[in-house]
C-alpha cells in the first residue's frame, strides 16, 4: 500500500513566548485524524542545547479531543550548540476524532513551534521508523543526511530550525518535498518543516534554499523516515471446481469436452468440428 497525506491535514502553530518563560503552545489538526493512520509531529525550540532542552514525550502530549493515541515516540531530534533545538515524533491513531496536542515549554526554553501531518497507508507498528539523518553548519542552503526509504516506500519528515534576526527570509523546500509548516518572523525561531513520499525504496535528504536575505547563520535540522504499509499478499481460497454430467457430479481435471454422446476430459483445448476432435 502506497503512503498518503490526509488532505488538509498538514498545518502547525508558533509561540512567541521568551526564552525563560514557562508556557504551553497548542497546535491542532485541522481536521479529525482517522482510526489506523499515523500522525507525524515536528517540534522547534529555542533552548540550552547543554541541558537537552528539545521537545520530548514528557512535554509534548496530546491536550485534548475524542482522539484516541497510541504511545507517542521521540523519533529524532538535535541541538546545535546555538540553542536552536528540533524534534520529530510520531503516533499512531487509535480512535477517530478531533486533536489537540500541546507543548509545555520548561523555564529554560523559548519561541516554541509545531508542525502537524496525518498519513494514510502508514505503518502504525512499534517498528514504523526506518531510519534518521540529522545536519548542522552555517549555510544558507541547510540539509540534513541523507536516508534510504525501505523497498514499499515511505514518508520522509524533515525539521529545520535558523535562527536568523533578518527579516523577509523564505525557505524553499528540496525537491520532491512539500511545505508541511513553516514561520520565518523573527520574533519566533524562524523554522520549516516539510515531507516527501515516495513508493519505493529511494535514497533522500531534507533540504532547503533561504532567500531574502544576506547572512548565513548556524542551523539544526533533522530527518525521520516512516515506512509505508508492506504490500500483502492476495490469497483466496476456491471450492474444487464440478461439472454435472451423466446426473451426476464429476470433479473438473483439466478440461472436459463433449464429444457429442459423452464428456471427455483433455489437458488441452480442442473443438468439435462435423464430428471430430480437433
Not at 44 to 54: E, F, I, K, M
Not at 123 to 131: A, E, M, P
Not at 187 to 197: G, W
Request: aromatic share 12%.
Amino acid at each position: 500500500m502506497s503512503i498518503s497525506r490526509v488532505s488538509g491535514q498538514g498545518s502547525g502553530n508558533s509561540s512567541a513566548y521568551p526564552y525563560g518563560d514557562s508556557s504551553t503552545l497548542f497546535a491542532a489538526f485541522s481536521n479529525n485524524v482517522t482510526s489506523g493512520n499515523l500522525l507525524v509531529m515536528g517540534c522547534v525550540v529555542y533552548g540550552d542545547p547543554a541541558a537537552a532542552n528539545y521537545a520530548t514525550t514528557s512535554n509534548f502530549t496530546k491536550y485534548a479531543g475524542s482522539a484516541t493515541l497510541g504511545t507517542i515516540t521521540l523519533d529524532a531530534t538535535y541541538a546545535s550548540s546555538n540553542f536552536q533545538l528540533v524534534s520529530i515524533f510520531s503516533a499512531p491513531v487509535t480512535g477517530s476524532g478531533d486533536c489537540t496536542m500541546q507543548l509545555i515549554q520548561s523555564a529554560t526554553m523559548g519561541y516554541s513551534s509545531v508542525a502537524l501531518q496525518e498519513y494514510t497507508g502508514a505503518d502504525v507498528s512499534v517498528t514504523r521508523l526506518d531510519g534518521t539523518a540529522v545536519g548542522t553548519g552555517t549555510s544558507l542552503t541547510p540539509a540534513t543526511g541523507t536516508v534510504t526509504a525501505p523497498s514499499q516506500g515511505g514518508a520522509f519528515f524533515g525539521g529545520l530550525a535558523y535562527n536568523t534576526e533578518e527579516e523577509g527570509a523564505v525557505f524553499v523546500n528540496g525537491p520532491g518535498y512539500s511545505n508541511v509548516y513553516t514561520t520565518s518572523d523573527e520574533n519566533y525561531v524562524p523554522c520549516s518543516f516539510q515531507d516527501h513520499l515516495t513508493s519505493s525504496g529511494d535514497t533522500s535528504n531534507a533540504s532547503w534554499t533561504i532567500t531574502g536575505i544576506i547572512s548565513a547563520v548556524p542551523y539544526s535540522a533533522a530527518l525521520a523516515v516512516y515506512k509505508a504499509t508492506a504490500g500483502g499478499t492476495i490469497t483466496s481460497t476456491y471450492d474444487t471446481p464440478y461439472i454435472y454430467v451423466g446426473g451426476q457430479w464429476q470433479t473438473v481435471i483439466g478440461a472436459y469436452r463433449y464429444n457429442g454422446s459423452s464428456w471427455d476430459s483433455a489437458k488441452t483445448c480442442q473443438e468439435y468440428i462435423s464430428g471430430t476432435w480437433q
